[in-house]
């Protein structure tokens, strides 16, 4: 049993916030309990591949939105430029999910994955609920779904009205609570994501003389 991609979770700016940092290393142990076995080398090694792929774009997009957090926080009492950067951050943090369902699938596609013709809220669920299943991580899934799901699909609302605003009161200027709110689903997914990576392999069995 080959095990690689053993996460690791550190802190980048303060506790709260947190990057993927995979660290790959093989050993020959038992199956764990969040393992995804493959039939042959080769498709691990794909797996793997996709793994590093993920991490990237996932550690490039996350250090922006942080910084665009910081320098909105900045601006709280300056309103003009606090509107526009609350609707920035709004904005990046869902590229960000958007990012990470996609390399997901790419990793363990949910069947009747289409990423341009479904909703988000659907994706989201059924990605993480497939990725969750397949990795024996269900109870972790059922925990942020049950607790903090509802947080991001009022703030997914709110982005879908600042971007594509049909009254005027999508216009509404964001307030100190607003910002504090995307703040707080942001912290709730960002738990969720690096818990859920912690713990993560591929394997796949070899016969012991292949590595000799």
């Not at 013709?117 to 925990?143: A, G, H, P, S, V």
Request: with cysteine.
């Amino acid at each position: 049993m080959v095990n690689l991609l053993r996460p690791e979770v550190v802190n980048l700016h303060r506790p709260a916030l947190v990057s993927l940092n995979w660290r790959r290393v093989v050993n020959f142990t038992d199956a764990c309990n969040h393992n995804k076995e493959y039939d042959n080398l080769n498709d691990m090694l794909v797996a793997v591949q996709l793994m590093g792929k993920f991490q990237r774009v996932h550690n490039n997009i996350r250090p922006d939105f942080i910084l665009l957090l910081q320098i909105t926080e900045e601006h709280k009492y300056d309103d003009k430029k606090f509107d526009a950067l609350y609707r920035a951050c709004v904005t990046r943090f869902f590229t960000l999910i958007e990012a990470d369902i996609y390399g997901l699938n790419q990793l363990d596609m949910y069947e009747g994955y289409d990423d341009k013709k479904d909703r988000f809220i659907e994706k989201f669920k059924e990605t993480y609920k497939q990725i969750c299943q397949t990795w024996n991580k269900e109870d972790l899934q059922k925990k942020y779904f049950d607790s903090k799901l509802q947080g991001l699909i009022e703030l997914k609302r709110k982005r879908d009205e600042l971007v594509h605003p049909k009254e005027l009161i999508h216009l509404s200027k964001a307030t100190e609570n607003d910002f504090n709110i995307l703040k707080g689903v942001f912290k709730d997914y960002d738990k969720f994501i690096n818990d859920l990576m912690n713990d993560f392999f591929v394997s796949t069995k070899m016969d012991s003389s292949f590595l000799f």
